[in-house]
């Protein structure tokens, strides 16, 4: 499966936008979906995850309250709600596709597909 995310934009604290992730070559149905980011000099970190059929989500705390994933079999399509945007959310984006079973997708080791970054930047 190809992986296509966008959305991503420059912001200022308090913002919002919203990531997609378009799929082709399968139907998404068929796969986990996790967004993870990496700032500049930090190393790639989790998200937000959803699970394939249940639609069970997961976040990292850091963003807990403020992000809300999503997705959208019928377009093929994962979502990325990002709200009450902070300095501290700049980093490259990726989505992800999982066909493996897990407790919560949270780490990149179960992830079999992945998307190029779409950046967001958020000033103060």
């Known amino acids: 499966v190809q992986l296509q995310a966008s959305g991503g934009g420059s912001v200022q604290t308090g913002g919002s936008l919203r990531l997609s992730c378009a799929a082709s070559?399968?139907?998404?149905?068929?796969?986990?979906m996790g967004w993870f980011r990496q700032a500049p000099g930090k190393e790639r970190e989790f998200v937000a995850s959803?699970?394939?059929?249940?639609?069970?989500?997961y976040y990292a705390d850091s963003v807990k309250g403020r992000f809300t994933i999503s997705r959208d079999n019928a377009k093929n399509t994962a979502y990325l709600q990002m709200n009450s945007l902070e300095p501290e959310d700049t980093a490259l984006y990726y989505c992800?596709?999982?066909?493996?079973?897990?407790?919560?997708?949270?780490?990149?080791?179960?992830?079999?597909?992945w998307g190029q970054g779409t950046l967001v930047t958020v000033s103060s």
């Open positions: 959803i699970s394939r059929i249940s639609g069970s989500t």
């Open positions: 992800a596709a999982s066909a493996k079973n897990s407790a919560s997708w949270r780490g990149g080791e179960w992830y079999d597909y």
């Open positions: 070559g399968r139907t998404l149905s068929s796969y986990a």
